[in-house]
């Protein structure tokens, strides 16, 4: 039998580990030189770089609708903490430094969060699904990612068409961030917002980039190791250049192993290699 680590052994000493975590990452914060974008403005920026909407809320066998409209409600609040933020040149985004600490005080429920490996009913839940989200505008974007964390993106069956990277991003207060930084001449601004079961996002700047960016995944299945199954594909990104249609470069974003977190029977057989 393998040997636990310190934090598995109880509750009590999980907290511990994530307190001694946080205070960490307060002390890291304190003395980083990143200038973090804090400012927002009402007027929306002129050119879109990239767009993404998702729906919300799953309803696949097997997922507790109250837990994902409960998501729903958290992205909604950390969204509107988000939404309109302006990333000058030379500044970074930070998701905690704009969302702050999760609290039922501001209204957030108990979604999905995965623990130990595991889909459980947590505080906050279901905001990796907005970390994910404004993932996807970067990667569209010639913006710099400083600290990206991966979990499974194969939570739950697939609804429609596959989008690479649908998934995948994690965050947790405030030691597990996202952070991007803005290494162009441009300001750019995120915008989110919901409407019902939808999240909306966008990336816009105030001048135009000469490079569109294209995510292209290949060689997507699933395999089974041991006993448990894993999604395994290959995801690149194109840049090309929007003046003369040419790909500029391939580059790989990702050697995806996710492990399969819902049951096995509703994987699609077509793609079991």
């Known amino acids: 039998m393998a040997r636990k680590n310190f934090c598995e052994m109880n509750p009590f000493f999980y ?30 920026l002129p050119y879109l770089v990239w767009s993404h ?36 040149p030379g500044q970074t985004f930070s998701f905690w430094d704009r969302v702050g600490k999760i609290t039922k005080r501001k209204g957030y429920l108990e979604g999905r969060i995965i623990k130990d490996n595991k889909l459980i009913a947590g505080m906050g839940g279901g905001l990796c699904n907005l970390s994910n989200t404004i993932h996807l505008l970067i990667l569209h974007s010639p913006m710099t990612v400083t600290e990206f964390h991966k979990h499974s993106d194969a939570l739950a069956p697939d ?36 409407e019902e ?52 470069e391939k580059e790989l974003v990702l050697n995806n192993r996710s492990e399969v977190m819902y049951d096995y029977d509703l994987i699609d057989k077509s793609l079991i290699r």
């Open 15 to 44: 907290a511990l580990s994530v307190h001694k975590e946080r205070i960490k990452r307060h002390i890291k914060n304190l003395f980083s030189k990143d200038k973090l974008a804090r400012k927002k403005s009402d007027d929306t």
């Open 159 to 194: 609804e429609g068409k596959r989008v690479p990277f649908a998934a995948g991003t994690s965050v947790g207060y405030n030691y597990i961030d996202y952070r991007f930084r803005n290494d162009t001449d441009s300001t750019v601004q995120l915008l989110v917002w919901c």
């Open 197 to 248: 079961d939808t999240l909306y996002a966008e990336l816009r700047s105030d001048t135009e980039f000469p490079y569109s960016y294209e995510l292209v995944e290949e060689d997507h299945r699933f395999v089974k190791e041991g006993e448990k199954y894993y999604r395994r594909s290959m995801i690149y990104r194109n840049i090309t250049d929007k003046s003369t249609g040419k790909l500029v």
């Open 53 to 88: 909407s998702s729906n919300m809320i799953k309803r696949a066998p097997g997922v507790d609708l109250t837990l994902q409209k409960n998501k729903a409600v958290n992205i909604n609040i950390a969204g509107s903490a988000i939404h309109k933020t302006l990333i000058r």
